[in-house]
């Protein structure tokens, strides 16, 4: 690109303070931290992530005032907070908006980490804390459906207890446990309700975890370079807290947006109904966020294999440092872009077809579409990901 050159004092490399001391201290693992100075947009998902944490925790609190575990009293304590308490409305829905949105940028966040291998060494264990947040976000996430005992939160319980049910030898003690008697009641709402609380302040511990053992690897980058070199990166304040904020802002946006003009992308109205164990509705189906694995679980038509699969399909991800075990943080196109492009794609499109095939009940057509996409998740991770890291180590050009 032509045009006048800036003139030295406002150039990006003499607002870098490359020729000051290095900070010293709290300065340096904070404001002062240097990071690649090619990080992209996607690289702000992190913060999204810990600013919709912090509304969760802070929401959830708020509503736990009000809340009350009991069969009998839980639908109703909800909607009177709802429609009758001061801003009840707003608490609830920022609860329930941020709870989508987390798993979105979750989601996000794990696809960056599979597009530009931050998964390889040296950050395999910030990888594995990783999984292991997805995971508690997922059980604290299943969990909290089931409080405001609607009639999806109800019949979500039973299909899940029937679920662990079908675990072979173990399975029906599992579901008594989870349950707390025969069909989902009192006892299975306390259950909830405590595994809730407890695993959404465990999520908090293992964030501070994730972060800190991401400062002591540090970041990687679009171009795979460890940008810790003063010539190839930047401090984060002021660089990356002003794209953080423009993230965060940008996300703020959409988030009020779906909570005020479009609540039904978030919301089931099935379960504004009150549980009723004597009907079951014609629909049953998870959040939205749940249903690519919803879909893996029906597309088999053994209980306990379905189960397997569906649980698989989050326990892959922990071996992925493994079956893609090359020790350079380089993004997955670099050495065998077409194939590596196609393959992303393969993923992802199997990952929304296996929702789709989840939210049509796995019928007819769907059942095979659920199949496939079952296969072209799976094919990724123990397919592709192992083919070239083999391909790569012996230089074969794809
Ligand atoms: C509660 C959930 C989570 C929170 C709040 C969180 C937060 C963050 C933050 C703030 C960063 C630094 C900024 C960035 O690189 O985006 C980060 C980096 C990272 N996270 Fe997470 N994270 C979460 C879940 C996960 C999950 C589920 C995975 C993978 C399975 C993961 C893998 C990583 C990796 C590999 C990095 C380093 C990325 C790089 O430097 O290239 N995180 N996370």
């Given amino acids: 690109m032509s045009g ?49 944490l912090a509304l969760m925790v802070a929401s ?51 696809f ?93 511990g293992a964030v501070i975890l994730h972060v800190a053992v991401l400062h002591a ?20 304040h002021p660089y990356f807290t002003v794209k953080d904020l423009l993230g965060v802002v940008l996300m703020g946006m959409a988030f009020t947006a779906v909570m005020c003009f479009w609540p039904q992308l978030v919301t089931e109205p099935a379960n504004y109904r009150p549980a009723n164990p004597l009907h079951t509705p014609a629909d049953i189906e998870p959040e939205w966020y749940f249903l690519p694995f919803y879909g893996m679980l029906q597309a088999v038509p053994s209980k306990f294999f379905g189960l397997l699969i569906s649980g698989g399909a989050v326990v892959v991800l922990l071996c992925v440092p493994w079956l893609d075990n090359r020790q350079n943080s380089s993004p997955i196109w670099l050495r065998y872009g077409r194939v590596a492009g ?10 929304i077809v296996a929702g789709l095939a989840g939210r049509h009940h796995v019928q007819g057509g769907w059942l095979w579409a659920g199949r496939l996409a079952t296969f072209g998740y799976y094919a990724y991770f123990l397919g592709f990901l192992p083919w070239q890291a083999r391909a790569a180590r012996k230089g074969v050009s794809a």
């Fill in 60 to 110: 959830g609190l708020t509503l736990a005032l009000s809340y009350t575990p009991d069969a009998n009293l839980a639908f109703s304590t909800v909607e009177a907070l709802e429609r009758r308490a001061p801003s009840g409305w707003l608490l609830r829905s920022l609860h329930i908006t941020g709870a989508s949105f987390f798993m979105l940028a979750l989601y996000l966040h794990v």
């Fill in 342 to 351: 196609l393959a992303l794609g393969m993923l992802v499109v199997s990952f």
């Fill in 217 to 236: 690897k540090g970041s990687n980058s679009p171009s795979g370079i460890k940008g810790q070199a003063a010539a190839q990166s930047l401090p984060f």
């Fill in 112 to 204: 960056r980490g599979l597009c530009y291998r931050s998964y390889a060494p040296p950050r395999r264990g910030l990888w594995l804390v990783g999984v292991m947040l997805l995971v508690m976000v997922m059980v604290t996430a299943f969990a909290g459906y089931v409080l405001p005992w609607g009639q999806m939160s109800y019949w979500g319980a039973d299909v899940a207890g029937k679920a662990v049910g079908a675990i072979p030898l173990i399975g029906p003690l599992l579901e008594s446990v989870f349950l707390g008697g025969d069909s989902p009641g009192t006892p299975t709402l306390h259950r909830m309700f405590v595994l809730h609380f407890t695993l959404a302040f465990s999520i908090v």
């Fill in 4 to 52: 006048t050159p800036l003139p030295p004092q406002h150039t990006v490399s003499a607002l870098a303070p490359d020729t000051q001391p290095p900070a010293q201290g709290f300065l340096s693992h904070t404001l002062s931290l240097r990071l690649p100075r090619d990080l992209n947009m996607l690289w702000t998902v992190g913060a999204m992530l810990l600013v919709v």
